[in-house]
């Protein structure tokens, strides 16, 4: 199996452009979850989505942070308009069943100037 | 879900086996403790994890105490790949689906040569 797959793996924008970072996670998993890794805050979890249905958003920063998942093998994470402090690591992370482990993803370095 | 305590740092002789400590004195019985660590720039990695009982796999154990404020992470024959953040998890088993993890600081290990 690839893993969770994420891209692109590196990313840099200037401040007021629209990001779109994209994630595929392992095949058969029924959750995902996107997280946030800065060295101010650590990792924090962004939002997940079990059976493709968003169930917690409530560490989405700010309107500006969407995502989606569109089916089981698919979802994004969009950030309108980007500003520098969104600056970061995004992982995606996958995993079956309610106590499965999560595989992560290797991140999106994004850079936002 | 309960907060856990653990060292921000420690050493280990490569070859040595590394006991990495956890407080959870919070936790009640039907939370289970993960342990995840991220090497240095890649996405965290499961390790293990335990609800009552000692767990063996074959990258580590858990050791979790009788009274289950606590638990021990063991590597037992660490190598210098072994390097990198160690983090401490309580996950509660509430039968509503998958949820996302809550990291701490964790404990960066660092094996010495």
């Known amino acids: 199996d690839a893993g969770v797959i994420q891209s692109p793996r590196h990313e840099v924008t200037e401040m007021g452009q629209e990001v779109t970072l994209r994630c595929k996670p392992i095949?058969?998993?029924?959750?995902l979850f996107w997280y946030r890794q800065t060295m101010m805050r650590g990792l924090e979890l962004l939002i997940y989505?079990?059976?493709?249905?968003?169930?917690?958003d409530s560490g989405m920063p700010e309107d500006r942070f969407s995502a989606k998942m569109p089916n089981a093998s698919f979802s994004t994470l969009k950030i309108q308009p980007s500003e520098p402090r969104d600056s970061a690591v995004y992982f995606c992370?996958?995993?079956?069943?309610?106590?499965?482990?999560?595989?992560f993803g290797p991140g999106t370095r994004l850079t936002v100037t | 879900d309960a907060k856990t305590t653990q060292p921000p740092s420690m050493d280990c002789a490569e070859g040595r086996a590394a006991n990495l400590p956890c407080n959870h004195s919070?936790?009640?019985?039907?939370?289970?403790v993960y342990w995840y660590r991220q090497i240095h720039s890649q996405g965290p990695q499961y390790i293990i994890h335990?609800?009552?009982n000692n767990e063996t796999n074959e990258m580590a154990s858990l050791i979790i105490t009788e009274d289950i404020k606590s638990s021990t992470l063991i590597l037992p024959h660490a190598t210098l790949r072994d390097t990198a953040v160690y983090y401490c998890?309580?996950?509660?088993?509430?039968?509503?689906?998958?949820?996302?993890?809550?990291f701490g600081k964790g404990t960066h290990l660092i094996i010495q040569p």
């Open positions: 992370a996958s995993s079956l069943g309610e106590m499965g482990e999560q595989y």
């Open positions: 095949s058969g998993h029924n959750s």
């Open positions: 989505f079990n059976n493709n249905v968003p169930i917690d």
């Open positions: 919070t936790i009640s019985g039907n939370e289970y």
């Open positions: 335990g609800l009552k």
């Open positions: 998890i309580v996950r509660v088993n509430s039968g509503g689906g998958a949820d996302g993890l809550t």
